[in-house]
């Protein structure tokens, strides 16, 4: 599956965003997905998955009550609704997906095989 991330933009502390991650194929139904980002000069981190249904989610810390995370199979789209956004939550977005035996999505990278672009997200204070 090839997955794009779009949907970054600058913003006013505050503010809010909804960056997308399209994918192609027909599997992108049956993988959890996720949404990383990578600040400057630090390492990627974990930010929300969602289970090939959608029925069960994991967040960060960070983002609880924030963000939400949701997916649209027969549009093979899956979406981070991010509000409160803070300067701290500036870096560039990566959605990634893989297809899982677990009961609850992965927050480990090395879990995820399919990587999309990233997107940009800066947070203005």
């Known amino acids: 599956v090839q997955l794009q991330a779009f949907g970054g933009g600058l913003v006013q502390a505050g503010g809010s965003l909804r960056p997308s991650c399209a994918g192609s194929?027909?599997?992108?139904?049956?993988?959890?997905m996720g949404w990383f980002r990578q600040a400057p000069g630090k390492e990627r981190e974990f930010v929300a998955a969602i289970s090939w249904r959608g029925g069960r989610l994991h967040y960060a810390d960070s983002v609880k009550g924030r963000f939400t995370i949701s997916r649209v199979n027969a549009k093979n789209t899956v979406y981070l609704q991010m509000n409160s956004l803070e300067p701290e939550d500036t870096a560039v977005y990566y959605c990634?997906?893989?297809?899982?035996?677990?009961?609850?999505?992965?927050?480990?990278?090395?879990?995820?095989?399919?990587w999309g672009q990233g997107t940009l997200v800066t947070v203005s204070s």
């Open positions: 990634a997906g893989h297809y899982s035996g677990s009961y609850s999505p992965s927050s480990k990278s090395t879990s995820y095989d399919y």
């Open positions: 194929g027909r599997t992108f139904s049956v993988y959890d």
